[in-house]
């Protein structure tokens, strides 16, 4: 069974930071490029990251540009999110998720077939 695991949720005060892990198992997700995913209570899931295969082509929502960084590190099959600045509208539960098709670099996330099942993020005021 493919799985990918977030972890590094929790409560931070504005301001803060907090740093996202994805642990994926099953397979490689080496030649796939992933990314992070929002939703807050009541909204629509919203883009946040993308990351191309290799790491070297990155793409982010305005939103979190310049205070969010997404990486990866392909040996230990593990996706990350560093989060700093955060604000209150930052709150929602974070998803990790894999693009099906290799080589396609993507924010759609319909092309993402393989997900996580979220870590909460709180950001108080």
């Known amino acids: 069974q493919v799985q990918l695991v977030e972890s590094g949720g929790g409560l931070v005060q504005r301001g803060g930071s907090l740093r996202l892990s994805c642990a994926a198992s099953?397979?490689?997700?080496?030649?796939?490029?992933m990314g992070w995913f929002r939703q807050a209570p009541g909204k629509e899931r919203e883009f946040v990251a993308a990351?191309?295969?290799?790491?070297?082509?990155?793409y982010y929502s305005d939103s979190v540009k310049g205070r969010f960084t997404i990486s990866r590190n392909n040996t230990q099959n593990t996706l990350y999110l560093q989060m700093n600045g955060l604000k209150p509208e930052d709150t929602a539960t974070y998803y990790c998720?894999?693009?099906?098709?290799?080589?396609?670099?993507?924010?759609?996330?319909?092309?993402?077939?393989?997900w996580g099942q979220g870590t909460q993020v709180t950001v108080s005021s």
């Open positions: 998720a894999a693009v099906g098709s290799p080589n396609t670099f993507t924010v759609a996330s319909s092309a993402y077939n393989y």
């Open positions: 099953g397979r490689s997700f080496t030649d796939n490029a």
């Open positions: 990351i191309s295969w290799g790491g070297s082509g990155t």
